[in-house]
């Protein structure tokens, strides 16, 4: 029999809510199409962004936003993208498909969509084609409150009041796209640009993201790391809040990375035992970020995550845009239960992209919007932003899968705030249901207070502007409570959340 044991006297740590974060990059149909429609479109929109984008983000509560990229933002120039429309530069997007970017979406419109949304800003710096300069003024055009040659520029721009920036990466991949580096000499330049993102509001000191490794480059966290603490004050923490990691889970190979709708359930497993791969790239970044620092203080942000499959047929090869099933539905789960628990150290993480792209929690056609089968299972998880995570173990769960393909049955997370428990399951199974029994140790009773599932019949379900509703959230009947026990049956290839006082 299944059981999943909750030791509720026992709260580990703090779930950051920036874990449930999201990345808008210029990309495709992400910025425009996605989230901005300009003030003259007939799409309902407040200051040109679109009013049906921005309430589904609130619903699903989104906590924080990366812009302006991904590869993008290392040959972005801020200055391109401010003042009067008209006028901005162009430029062309290397990167995504080589079309021309005309800026009209720069960081006022960026700040306007944070207001709209009321999350938190996260501003990626351009290191590899962009001088420190160019970042310190930047970062003084955002933040500074008085008068300077950048703060009078932000309001002859007309935004008299100064923005926060709650986090700043410091460059993206420079491993990669962000300028080919070695890690040692990235490792350089982080200590130097890091030094000019200027601290302006004391009450509000900004968060530095260090460009850390793709996947299992364990040897780029090592010289980085070693880089920017060697013979370095006490105090060099305070240089270095995050290290970010990037991870996209796609089944086939980097070329050919298999549909995103036509599957086999061989490949089914394969995607979800490339997906639980995440626990040990951040347990093995982590034992070597413990070696620099023992005190946790600086954060893993896993900044770039999600499923990347071959694009969508008919579409821009250089959009990356995809559809989303439960598979992606499933992905999301095992992922956001494996940052929930280890979140003593991952204390960030971004979902890419947010919308048309990549893993996105939203597609649009025209005036058309779809929540995607993600999009609900960022919508159930919201209850353990800023939760505490509880100490929990499951036991007499087997592995399941094809060939070499196996996986656990069952993933769990469990975290408690203002007195509720949410517990998060998945049931990786394509065919065959689970029975658990949930034991608590606090208290002798408990009581239900709701329960939901995102599932299908059909593992390839997922959501069309014609069908918008085929997969969504729904009430998970059956959950009994007596006393200190909770039973419920997981149908496969399901996400479910309980929530019980
Ligand atoms: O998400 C697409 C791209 O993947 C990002 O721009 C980049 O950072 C990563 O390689």
Not at 346 to 361: F, G, K, P
Request: glycine share 8%; with cysteine.
């Amino acid at each position: 029999m299944a059981k999943l044991t909750i030791n509720d006297n026992h709260e580990l740590n703090r779930i950051e809510p920036e874990i449930y974060g999201h990345f808008s990059e210029h990309l495709g149909r992400c910025i425009y199409e996605g989230l901005y429609v300009g003030e003259n479109s007939d799409i309902p929109n407040v200051n040109g962004m679109r009013s049906d984008v921005v309430e589904a983000l609130k619903e699903m509560q989104i906590p924080m936003l990366r812009w302006p990229g991904g590869c993008f933002a290392d040959e972005y120039h801020w200055k391109d993208g401010i003042g009067e429309k008209s006028k901005r530069k162009k430029m062309i997007n290397t990167h995504w498909g080589g079309v021309i970017e005309d800026n009209s979406f720069g960081t006022h419109e960026y700040f306007e969509l944070c207001r709209q949304l009321g999350c938190k800003t996260y501003v990626n710096g351009n290191v590899g084609s962009g001088t420190v300069a160019e970042m310190s003024e930047w970062v003084e055009y955002m933040t500074f409150k008085g008068v300077s040659p950048m703060a009078d520029l932000r309001k002859e721009n007309g935004h008299e009041e100064a923005w926060t920036v709650d986090f700043f990466g410091v460059g993206n991949e420079n491993w990669g796209c962000g300028g080919h580096m070695t890690p040692e000499y990235y490792g350089n330049e982080y200590r130097r640009y890091q030094t000019y993102v200027r601290n302006y509001d004391p009450d509000h000191p900004i968060k530095k993201v260090c460009g850390g490794p793709n996947v299992d480059d364990y040897h780029w966290t090592e010289g980085v790391l070693k880089t920017c603490f060697d013979h370095l004050p006490e105090d060099y923490h305070g240089s270095m809040d995050y290290l970010s990691l990037h991870y996209y889970t796609h089944p086939e190979g980097w070329i050919e990375k298999g549909s995103a709708t036509e599957f086999d359930e061989e490949t089914w497993y394969k995607t979800l035992k490339k997906t639980l791969w995440m626990e040990t790239l951040i347990k093995n970044h982590s034992a070597i970020i413990d070696q620099y620092d023992p005190d946790k203080k600086i954060g893993l942000s896993v900044d770039e995550w999600g499923t990347w499959f071959t694009v969508e047929p008919g579409t821009n090869p250089g959009f990356l845009y995809q559809q989303n099933t439960l598979r992606d539905a499933l992905v999301a789960g095992i992922n956001l239960n494996i940052f929930n628990k280890h979140s003593d150290r991952v204390r960030m993480a971004c979902i890419a992209q947010m919308v048309n792209v990549l893993q996105s929690v939203i597609l649009t056609e025209g005036p058309k919007m779809v929540k995607t089968p993600t999009y609900h299972v960022f919508h159930m998880y919201r209850h353990h932003q800023g939760a505490m995570l509880l100490d929990s173990a499951l036991t007499g769960v087997n592995e399941t899968g094809i060939g070499e393909w196996q996986v656990p049955e069952i993933t769990e997370s469990v975290s408690r705030k203002d007195g509720i428990i949410t517990i998060t399951l998945n049931n990786l199974s394509t065919k065959d249901s689970k029975e658990l029994d949930v034991i608590l140790t606090g208290k002798d009773s408990y009581e239900l207070v709701e329960a939901n599932i995102v599932t299908s019949d059909d593992i390839h379900t997922y959501n069309t502007f014609e069908e918008p509703e085929k997969l969504t959230e729904e009430k998970l009947s059956g959950v009994s409570v007596n006393k200190n026990t909770l039973k419920v049956t997981l149908p496969a290839a399901s996400v479910v959340e309980i929530r019980i006082k």
